[in-house]
C-alpha cells in the first residue's frame, strides 16, 4: 500500500500547474508565526552578495549566496543563501493587474501589437524568497550551479559500483522537492532497480488508486496525469511521482523519469530487466558517483 502525499513543494505549485484549480499543500516546519500573514524580518541583518549561485529566466528563479551580518565589511560575517522565486499567477487575481489605471512602461509598439513593463500593486507583486542561514560549504555546493553529464549504468555497475556507493552515503528521506507523490508503505524497495515481478501488485495498485483518489479529489482524469518514478531517486525509498501533464515538472526529462505504466509493462515481459537493464542519468560534475562510473567504463 501507498500513502497519496499532497505537494509541499520547492516550487509551491499546484499539482495541475496552469490547466486546472488543484490545491496543494505546503509543507509546514515548526516555528512562530508559520503560514501566517504577520509582518517578520530576515533572520541576519545586512545582505552582501558574494556570488551569485545558479539563475534560470525559464524558472525565474535566482539562487545568491551572500555575506551577513558584517561589521567591519573585511568578510568577517557570516554565510547565507538567498532563493528568490517569481510567484505564479492566480487565476482569480490576475484580472486585478488590468483594472483601473495600471502603471506601465511602453517597450515597443507596432500596428495592432504593443508590450509593456507592467508593474503591478503590492499584494500582487510577491517574491518567495528562500533564506538558509547560516549557510555551510556543503549549502553553497548544493545550490551553486554544475555541469550535467549523461552516464550509462549496466546492471553490473550498478551492483558493482552504484549500489556500494549508496550504501557508504549517509541517505536520509528528504520531503522539501516533492510534488504530488504516492509513498510506498513497504520498506526495502530503494529504487528502480530493486523492482521485480513480486511488487506487481503493488506498482497495478499505486498507479489505480493513486489516479482513483486524484480524481476524486482534484478532479484530474487518469489520461491527464504524468505517472513516474525517478532514476536516480532523489531518496532511496520507493515513491512514485503524480504530475499534471501541462506541469513542467523538474525531473520530468527522459533521462530521469521513468512512466510506472511502462515499467510495469517491462516487469511483466521481462522479471529482470531493471536489474539487467543499462539505465542512462545525469549526474553533476561534483557528483562522486559520476567519477567512480567514468573511471569503471575508462577500465
Do not use: W
Not at 490576475?94 to 517597450?107: H, I
Not at 521481462?270 to 537493464?277: I, T
Request: charged share 25%.
Amino acid at each position: 500500500m501507498a500513502d497519496l502525499a499532497p505537494q509541499p513543494s520547492k516550487r509551491k505549485r499546484e499539482l495541475d500547474a496552469e490547466e486546472a484549480e488543484a490545491a496543494s499543500t505546503e509543507k509546514k516546519e515548526g516555528g512562530v508565526g508559520n503560514g501566517t500573514s504577520a509582518p517578520v524580518r530576515l533572520p541576519f541583518s545586512g545582505f552582501r552578495v558574494k556570488k551569485v549561485l545558479r539563475e534560470s529566466a525559464r524558472d525565474k528563479i535566482i539562487f545568491l549566496h551572500g555575506k551577513v551580518n558584517e561589521t567591519s565589511g573585511d568578510g568577517d560575517g557570516e554565510d547565507a543563501v538567498v532563493i528568490l522565486e517569481k510567484t505564479p499567477f492566480q487565476v482569480e487575481q490576475v484580472a486585478q493587474l488590468l483594472t483601473g489605471s495600471p502603471e506601465l512602461q511602453l517597450q515597443f509598439s507596432n500596428d495592432i501589437y504593443s508590450t509593456y513593463h507592467l508593474f503591478p500593486p503590492r499584494q500582487l507583486s510577491d517574491v518567495k524568497t528562500t533564506v538558509v542561514y547560516p549557510a555551510t560549504e556543503k549549502h553553497l555546493q548544493k545550490y551553486l550551479r554544475q555541469d550535467l553529464h549523461l552516464v550509462r549504468e549496466t546492471g553490473s555497475d550498478y551492483k558493482n559500483i552504484t549500489l556500494p556507493h549508496l550504501e557508504s552515503q549517509s541517505l536520509s528521506i528528504q520531503l522539501d522537492d516533492l510534488y504530488l507523490i504516492a509513498i510506498c508503505h513497504r520498506r526495502g524497495i530503494r529504487s528502480l532497480r530493486d523492482l521485480a515481478p513480486e511488487h506487481l501488485p503493488l506498482l497495478r495498485n499505486i498507479l489505480r488508486e493513486g489516479q482513483e483518489a486524484i480524481l476524486q479529489r482534484y478532479q484530474v482524469r487518469g489520461d491527464r496525469l504524468r505517472v513516474y518514478l525517478h532514476y536516480l531517486p532523489s531518496y532511496y525509498h520507493l515513491h512514485v511521482h503524480f504530475t499534471a501533464l501541462g506541469f513542467e515538472a523538474p525531473g520530468s526529462g527522459v533521462e530521469r523519469a521513468h512512466l510506472l505504466a511502462d515499467v510495469i509493462e517491462n516487469l511483466e515481459c521481462d522479471p529482470e530487466h531493471y536489474q539487467q537493464r543499462t539505465l542512462t542519468f545525469a549526474l553533476r560534475a561534483d557528483d562522486p558517483l559520476l567519477k567512480l562510473l567514468q573511471e569503471a567504463q575508462r577500465s
